[in-house]
């Protein structure tokens, strides 16, 4: 009994240390100085052999997306002087999701579970530095889309059905509200939820009229109407954001692949009008200024 618990503990270390070089290769954690964090969780293109892979679930990756978070990172950087905290996954999507809860997104693989953790842990870590440091932040999780209507769709974990509704009826729906990734922005905000969403300032609002970006919803296209598809969150900004209480709101950010992901040019004007956009809409809704 004496000799086994110090074995145990040697092979754990040695595990530990296989492991931590190749952790840190797939799942980039850079802690920055700004209240805001981006998480991209589909752009890596690793696909190691001793993980294995995925069985089920979506595993297209969202091509271009760390390019163009790169850009962003390097736009908020010249505008208000610090970076954002990043935190990248390297990995293919078919070896790990890391936009799903841990059962489906690592599907039983150690190293893939460890890398899930990795992901998360730096993502918590990160908006407990942001709630010390600033008192309240923005995460952006960002994404990469296929629909035919190439818009850039912000999800707030509202369904596509209750942005049909009215503004006074969003407005009026404390419970919707309490339920989204955005719900400690919402009482910030001197703006109503339904502004939050699609008013003139809200980030879509920004992004169309600074950038000429089509986005969903923003004030011309308040709801995704019949045919289009629209994506409005999933794990990232669900367990990431303030539903669960907390001061770091989150939005996830699908780009279109046209005029957004496709050539560098396009990903730096967005990331340019994402980075204006951004100075904007923390001095309008957190009343703060970014630099
Ligand atoms: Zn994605």
Redesign the pocket.
Known sequence: MIMRIPFFLFISAVVLKAQTPDLEKYIEVRSGSLPIILTV???GTLKPSNVLARRYG?T???AN?IQLSEMIIEELEKRYGGRPHAIISRLH?TKL?P?REIKEAAQGDPTAEAAWRRFHDGATAACASVMKKHGMGLLL?????RHLDQRVELGYLVKADMLKRSDAELNADAALIASTSIRDLDKRSPQSFAELLRGPQSLGGLLENRGGFRCLPCPSKPNPGLLAGY?SG?YDVAAHGSRNGGTVSAI?V?CPWHNVRERPEDQRRFAIALADSLGVYFEIHFGRKLK
């Open positions: 969780p589909h752009g979506v297209g990756m969202d997306t999507r999701d936009n999780d960002i994404h990469g889309h994506f999933v996830q699908e």
